[in-house]
Each structure stands twice: as C-alpha cells, then as structure tokens.
C-alpha cells in the first residue's frame, strides 16, 4: 500500500536515575554524587546533540528506560 506511514526513530536507552537531575544540594558530596552529576551533565550534552542531529533529518529521537521496558531492580 502507497499510504503507509514510516517513522524513523532514534532511540537511546538508559537507566531511569540517569535521567534524573541529582539532588544539586546534598548534604555531602561524594564520590558517588560526583559521578552522578558528571554523568547526568554529559548525557543532557549528548542528547542535545541527538535532538538537533535527529531534527535535522526528520528522526524522532527517543530516550527509554526500564520503565517503559517493563524491567524492575530487585
């Protein structure tokens, strides 16, 4: 059929907490903490660049997580 649709998607999958601004004021700040806000500050970078990169070309870029997968930690 000529009327079908395609839509093309980017999709990047990651784990919720990285998704997730850290707390900016913990009450202190470890190494752990570090590496979140580090972690979190390069992914908001990459995605940024995926957005514009996606748009460029009419892809949707889509990021998932366990949540839409349906995975739980125990």
Same mark, same amino acid.
């Given at each position: 059929?000529?009327?079908?649709?395609?839509?093309?998607? @980017?999709?990047?999958?990651?784990?919720?907490?990285?998704?997730?601004?850290?707390?900016?004021?913990?009450?202190?700040?470890?190494?752990?903490? @570090?590496?979140?806000?580090?972690?979190?500050?390069?992914?908001?970078?990459?995605?940024?660049?995926?957005?514009?990169?996606?748009?460029?070309?009419?892809?949707?870029?889509?990021?998932?997580?366990?949540?839409? @997968?349906?995975?739980?930690?125990?």
């Amino acid at each position: 059929r000529n009327d079908d649709i395609i839509v093309e998607e @980017l999709i990047e999958v990651k784990p919720h907490k990285q998704t997730q601004q850290p707390n900016p004021t913990p009450k202190r700040r470890t190494k752990s903490w @570090l590496y979140e806000v580090k972690t979190y500050a390069v992914n908001q970078a990459k995605w940024k660049a995926a957005r514009e990169f996606c748009a460029d070309r009419k892809v949707e870029f889509i990021i998932i997580t366990e949540d839409e @997968l349906g995975i739980k930690y125990r």
